[in-house]
């Protein structure tokens, strides 16, 4: 079994900053792509960022320049820092990530996601 559990999320102005953290545990051998997703209300799940094994990167056109992924691959983290937030950034973050587990299993996990909300 393998666990996505993602932190970080909260309520911040426009303008803020916001990092997440995705921490993979479990069965685990090595993790080909972390990535971040995001759901607003009424609206289909889209992807924000991801970032593969290599060192590739790849972002939604709608958050490029102000948001920034990365991992720790000791600690099987990943990490969105989000910056100059806007309102429809609000959504909820899911984090995802392509995982090689010990058994020789390729399967894509899921967190439970984390609300990020852009207000005044």
């Known amino acids: 079994q393998v666990q996505l559990v993602e932190s970080g999320g909260g309520l911040v102005q426009p303008g803020g900053s916001l990092r997440l953290s995705c921490a993979a545990s479990?069965?685990?051998?090595?993790?080909?792509?972390m990535g971040w997703y995001r759901q607003a209300p009424g609206k289909q799940r889209e992807l924000v960022a991801a970032?593969?094994?290599?060192?590739?990167?790849n972002y939604g056109d709608s958050v490029k320049g102000r948001f920034t992924i990365s991992r720790d691959n000791a600690k099987n983290t990943g990490y969105l820092q989000m910056n100059s937030l806007k309102p429809e950034d609000t959504a909820v973050y899911y984090c995802?990530?392509?995982?090689?587990?010990?058994?020789?299993?390729?399967?894509?996990?899921w967190g439970q996601g984390t609300q990020v909300t852009v207000s005044s």
């Open positions: 995802n990530a392509r995982v090689i587990e010990n058994s020789g299993r390729n399967a894509v996990h």
């Open positions: 970032l593969n094994s290599g060192g590739t990167t």
């Open positions: 479990g069965s685990i051998y090595s993790i080909n792509v």
